[in-house]
């Protein structure tokens, strides 16, 4: 591949010559037409872009992105992104996974990715549930859930994926939806912005298997009431007419009626820097503490900075060769005794 003037690129630039095999009306449709509609943005040639996946309907991205990349093994993404971006830091690396691929048998990969921060931008398309084994329950879906491995209803107790992401210290935490490109595509271009890994989780309906699961969210006719965009700065006011607001009463969040005598100045102001309100954005919508029904946060729930594991690395390896000299592979894998063995 040829360097280009990153200028000059489109979205058809990013575009394969492979069908896209994925069931008509999926949601990953959009979300890899979002990508490829950023990607010309963000000021990286394509040969210094890479995208990995694992395994599922989402990690046949590779083969759609007119870059480098690699489809690689179940729940093991993260892993080879972390060993690429550590020998090439210089690369823009991007993780495609599921809710299976990543909270399942990826699950420790994925904790360990974030707490070491290294900077790549780590994709988790969410539909709750396995679409590419046909319709078994994942780590996300609802308690009760009846599929083809629970026809009694699951009695698993679900991950939420954010605030696991919090919990594993993730420097960039964002949610974003298939159905909402606009959106999505300003999450995509605030994560390749962060110097860190990014986590973004990606709510993506399966029509086949878990259709509607998200259409509350989604659907014109819900999506106002139950949908808030948060903004760093801004007051979080949601609804049709903007008549709905959040509002802290300590740390536990409640709707107000702006129409009703609420003033938008006591309304909670969204801070991305702050950890605390963060967790609570991140479990807004399953507290059972809350008795209200309270909107879903999209957008950009947490941002901090702290130094990257593969710019640490690169440090301590030059401060151990300024002080030590380069090493000798030879004489270190023979050690210091060495036996010579001579013939009888």
């Known amino acids: 591949m040829s360097t280009e003037t990153t200028s000059t690129l489109t979205a058809k630039d990013?575009?394969?010559?492979?069908?896209?095999?994925?069931?008509?009306g999926c949601g990953d449709y959009s979300i890899l037409a979002q990508v490829q509609k950023t990607l010309p943005n963000i000021g990286v040639p394509r040969e210094n872009i890479v995208f990995?996946?694992?395994?599922?309907?989402?990690?046949?991205?590779?083969?759609?992105?007119?870059?480098?990349?690699?489809?690689?093994?179940?729940?093991?993404?993260?892993?080879?992104?972390?060993?690429l971006k550590a020998a090439r830091p210089e690369l823009s690396v991007w993780i495609i996974s599921g809710d299976g691929d990543s909270l399942s048998i990826g699950g420790n990969h994925l904790i360990h990715l974030l707490r070491r921060n290294f900077d790549v931008n780590l994709l988790l398309f969410n539909n709750q549930i396995y679409g590419l084994t046909k319709g078994q329950y994942s780590p996300t879906s609802e308690q009760?859930?009846?599929?083809?491995?629970?026809?009694?209803?699951?009695?698993?107790?679900?991950?939420?994926?954010?605030?696991?992401?919090?919990?594993?210290?993730?420097?960039?935490?964002?949610?974003?939806?298939?159905?909402?490109?606009?959106?999505?595509?300003?999450?995509?271009?605030?994560?390749?912005q962060h110097k860190g890994s990014s986590f973004v989780e990606i709510y993506q309906n399966c029509n086949i298997f878990n259709d509607g699961a998200f259409e509350i969210f989604t659907e014109k006719t819900t999506k106002?009431?139950?949908?808030?965009?948060?903004?760093?700065?801004?007051?979080?006011?949601?609804?049709?007419t903007q008549n709905k607001g959040i509002k802290l009463d300590g740390y536990k969040p409640v709707m107000v009626h702006l129409e009703q005598g609420a003033s938008a100045d006591d309304l909670w102001i969204h801070d991305e820097t702050d950890l605390y309100k963060a967790q609570i954005l991140t479990r807004m919508f399953d507290d059972p503490t809350i008795e209200e029904h309270l909107p879903r946060p999209f957008g950009v729930l947490y941002e901090t900075q702290r130094p990257c594991y593969e710019d640490l690395m690169t440090a301590q390896i030059e401060e151990i060769i300024n002080t030590k000299g380069?090493?000798?592979?030879?004489?270190?894998?023979?050690?210091?005794?060495v036996w010579e063995i001579a013939e009888n």
């Open 14 to 24: 990013f575009a394969t010559d492979q069908e896209v095999r994925w069931c008509p």
């Open 224 to 240: 106002a009431d139950n949908v808030l965009f948060v903004e760093h700065g801004k007051p979080m006011i949601f609804g049709a």
């Open 144 to 192: 009760k859930k009846i599929t083809k491995s629970t026809p009694v209803g699951s009695i698993d107790h679900p991950f939420n994926p954010s605030a696991l992401a919090l919990g594993a210290d993730a420097s960039f935490v964002a949610r974003s939806m298939d159905r909402d490109p606009k959106h999505l595509q300003t999450t995509l271009s605030r994560s390749h």
């Open 52 to 83: 990995i996946s694992g395994i599922g309907c989402s990690s046949r991205f590779p083969y759609y992105v007119n870059t480098y990349g690699m489809h690689s093994i179940h729940g093991r993404a993260a892993a080879i992104a972390s060993g």
């Open 326 to 337: 380069k090493g000798n592979l030879d004489k270190l894998l023979r050690g210091n005794e």
